[in-house]
């Protein structure tokens, strides 16, 4: 099994473990113990997808087909946009709920 067979086997996997947090998450009440718990499994979960994609565009591109590589590259671009405003909910959250933050509000 090669390189590019390899991490397509991971992908499938991690795919389904993406599929999972997902729904977890969307399916939970907001705020919920499982809401968070699903919503932080996604974007570590993507990361990975995203991580094992690269290496499957660069086993495309060795292979000789390097439209199939852009054209994979362009999908994980628009999955990062996904991630990125997941992990930047989470973030702000944390920002706004700082008790540091809360602290200064309260002297003000």
Known sequence: MDLFESARAVHIGIGVVVLAAFW??????????????GGRAYVWAMAVLLAVTGVMSAGMVKAGTPLRAVFDVYVSLISVA??????SSVRQRLLVTSPLLVRQWSLN
């Open 24 to 37: 977890t998450a969307a399916l939970a009440p907001k705020g919920d113990t499982w809401h968070r718990r």
């Open 82 to 87: 996904s991630v990125w405003m997941a992990w």
